[in-house]
């Protein structure tokens, strides 16, 4: 069975110019979650998905950062304008349900030049 | 206040029994404790997950004491494929509202 897809790998852009991250969890996982990385720093929780609804985006960066997740399966992630600082690997995990075992996709590493 | 802590780094030989331990003193009343495990340049994971006392599977155990505060993850007899970060997850009660937080991570280096 395949575990959690996330593309692109690699993006290197230039500041102030959009991106977007999509992520396809396993299937029949309820919650999907994103995560962003710095280098030598634990996964940071941005936004939490139960099905199709947000159910924790307390961390998301509301003025720049936008997420969505249609039909509850597939989710994509999006920056507009980025920033500098937003170098990061963007993980994207998924579970049965929430407080359950989570798997994690590869991540998306983001270069803001 | 910090809402975990973990040793930066630990150093171990093949064989040896390793026990890092995560302090987590706001960890939410109904909340699991969950360890990762990281590779570079891969996503984290699952190792273990409990609630309290003692969880063993086949790669590790996990003592949570009564008060939940803390808890630590054994390792036994690793190998130099242990060599990872090892993170511990827990959903924390901060500022009246619930966060699910990442230790920093320790970093476990394995020697022949």
């Known amino acids: 069975e395949a575990g959690v897809v996330q593309s692109p790998r690699y993006k290197i852009i230039e500041k102030k110019q959009p991106v977007a991250f999509w992520c396809n969890p396993i299937s029949g996982h309820n919650t999907l979650y994103w995560y962003l990385q710095n280098l030598g720093q634990g996964p940071e929780l941005l936004i939490r998905?139960?099905?199709?609804?947000?159910?924790?985006d307390s961390q998301l960066p509301k003025d720049r950062f936008s997420a969505e997740r249609l039909k509850g399966v597939d989710s994509t992630l999006k920056i507009q304008p980025a920033e500098l600082g937003d170098s990061a690997v963007y993980l994207c995990a998924s579970s049965f349900q929430q407080a359950t075992e989570a798997f994690f996709g590869q991540g998306t590493r983001l270069t803001v030049v | 206040l910090a809402k975990t802590t973990q040793p930066i780094s630990m150093d171990s030989y093949e064989g040896q029994e390793v026990n890092i331990t995560c302090s987590h003193n706001?960890?939410?009343?109904?909340?699991?404790i969950t360890w990762y495990q990281q590779f570079p340049s891969q996503g984290p994971r699952f190792i273990i997950q409990?609630?309290?006392t003692k969880v063993t599977n086949e790669v590790a155990s996990l003592f949570i004491p009564a008060d939940r505060k803390s808890s630590t993850l054994s390792l036994p007899r690793v190998s130099l494929s242990d060599t990872a970060v090892y993170y511990c997850?827990?959903?924390?009660?901060?500022?009246?509202?619930?966060?699910?937080?990442f230790g920093s991570g320790t970093r476990l280096l394995v020697r022949p």
């Open positions: 409990g609630y309290k």
């Open positions: 706001n960890i939410a009343t109904n909340d699991y």
């Open positions: 998905y139960e099905n199709e609804e947000a159910v924790d």
């Open positions: 997850l827990v959903g924390l009660d901060m500022d009246s509202s619930y966060k699910l937080i």
